[in-house]
């Protein structure tokens, strides 16, 4: 089942199917936290059921074994890790699957998601079985943006972009799944990304970044008491955290500049004017720039130590 935000694509999808016009090769271009991977499923689902060409039936064998994961005719080829490139071998993998006869006589889906981490060398080596597939293979890649994606690559395909609901929308249906109120703030932490707010609040993430807030904010109030309790929560959930504290210092730097009609930090502007107000706007560009330097650093090697590399960035903030 799809989501609501997805049911205009979906519509100009089915149309398409109806008339047998869908290209051999669509991109959806959708960001993290939107769902993409279900509306990709969805329409491979229905372009390999065996009764119905616009919808998927449940009932049918296909149906059956899609649910079931075990479909012998859609194919999937993904990132072994996050960050990391789609390999040529499953790339090469993908040409092999594009010429097999149907097992259950009908259409063959590849499913390529992340199409985005697709190497140069992995790009070259699907160009072409993307210009003139073998009759009855359908591709679908998904990917964030279009930044990624070698052109190449694009001008094959036939681009769909899922537009993210209004942050509104979205609060008002995390908050019909979770049955309870929720921040907008959380709706703008995750770029206004459904399934990602969601998440954000199931797993109590929003609670644990309110708690680290409030005690940064305390810290750097001289006399910056608490330095490695924070370094402790900042470390506690992954480099999100960092990521989720850097949009806390942009805000601070925008209310610094007197911009105060949008900013994440909706329910949190007390915080916000405080480290406005105490921190310096030259350090406070410094330490934006070094903490997403330490995202970055972080994200690309795993094997560091993020809590005392954490406690080296708050320094920053003590006798300057």
Request: net charge negative.
């Amino acid at each position: 089942m799809i989501y609501p935000w997805q049911q205009t694509l979906w519509h100009n999808w089915q149309q398409l199917l109806e008339q047998r016009r869908l290209h051999h090769a669509i991109l959806l271009l959708a960001a993290k936290g939107s769902g993409r991977g279900v509306l990709a499923r969805q329409l491979s689902k229905t372009v390999l059921c065996q009764n119905s060409q616009v919808e998927p039936c449940d009932v049918c064998h296909s149906c059956k074994l899609f649910d079931a994961e075990n479909h012998p005719d859609f194919h999937v080829i993904k990132p072994e890790q996050d960050g990391k490139q789609i390999g040529v071998d499953a790339v090469r993998q993908c040409n092999r699957w594009a010429v097999e006869t149907s097992h259950l006589n009908g259409q063959r889906v590849i499913l390529i998601e992340h199409a985005d981490a697709l190497g140069e060398a992995g790009a070259n080596a699907i160009l072409k079985t993307l210009e003139e597939p073998p009759a009855g293979c359908q591709f679908i890649l998904t990917a964030q943006s279009l930044d990624r994606l070698l052109p190449t690559v694009v001008s094959r395909c036939n681009k769909w972009r899922l537009n993210p609901p209004d942050e509104a929308n979205v609060k008002n249906w995390v908050e019909s799944q979770l049955q309870q109120s929720i921040l907008l703030e959380s709706v703008r932490l995750n770029n206004g990304a459904p399934l990602a707010t969601l998440a954000f609040i199931e797993s109590g993430l929003d609670i644990r970044y309110g708690h680290l807030v409030t005690a940064f904010t305390a810290f750097v109030q001289p006399p910056h008491i608490g330095i490695y309790d924070v370094a402790a929560m900042c470390s506690a959930d992954g480099i999100v955290t960092l990521q989720l504290l850097s949009y806390f210092l942009v805000d601070c730097l925008k209310w610094q500049q007197g911009v105060t009609q949008y900013l994440v930090h909706q329910e949190s502007l007390p915080a916000v004017e405080a480290i406005a107000a105490t921190i310096p706007t030259a350090l406070l560009l410094e330490q934006i720039r070094n903490i997403n330097n330490l995202h970055r650093q972080l994200a690309k090697h795993t094997g560091l130590n993020i809590e005392l590399l954490v406690v080296e960035w708050l320094t920053g903030f003590i006798g300057k």
